[in-house]
């Protein structure tokens, strides 16, 4: 299974993103799927996921309110948008995969997910 990550780039603050995931290599019927970030100098931390079948959806504090985590038309894809942005949503945004789908008390831990991308990164500046 290879994740490929999308949609960084650099945006001001109050700005709007959209990252998107695709997962290619195998068919998940079932999965968490989500995010992880990495602001320099800090460790790397939740930011949302994405459970099926249901559609069960998960945040981060930081994020809750301003991002929505949804998943594609297209199987195995999902996408993050991220509004309102800030400063401190700077980080290397890191898609993550899980199949099958992670029990819930598991879905904000690294640990948990079995499939990593690349990481796109996302640059909140004036």
């Known amino acids: 299974v290879q994740l490929q990550a999308s949609g960084g780039g650099l945006v001001q603050p109050g700005g709007s993103l959209r990252l998107s995931c695709a997962a290619s290599g195998r068919t998940f019927s079932t999965a968490t799927m989500g995010w992880f970030r990495q602001a320099p100098g800090k460790d790397r931390g939740f930011v949302a996921a994405l459970s099926w079948p249901g559609g069960s959806t998960y945040y981060a504090d930081s994020v809750k309110g301003r991002s929505t985590i949804s998943r594609g038309s297209a199987k195995n894809t999902v996408y993050l948008q991220m509004n309102s942005l800030k400063p401190e949503d700077t980080a290397v945004y890191y898609c993550?995969?899980?199949?099958?789908?992670?029990?819930?008390?598991?879905?904000?831990?690294?640990?948990?997910?079995?499939?990593w991308g690349q990481g796109t990164l996302v640059t909140v500046s004036s």
């Open positions: 993550v995969s899980k199949s099958p789908r992670a029990i819930v008390s598991a879905v904000r831990g690294s640990q948990t997910y079995d499939y």
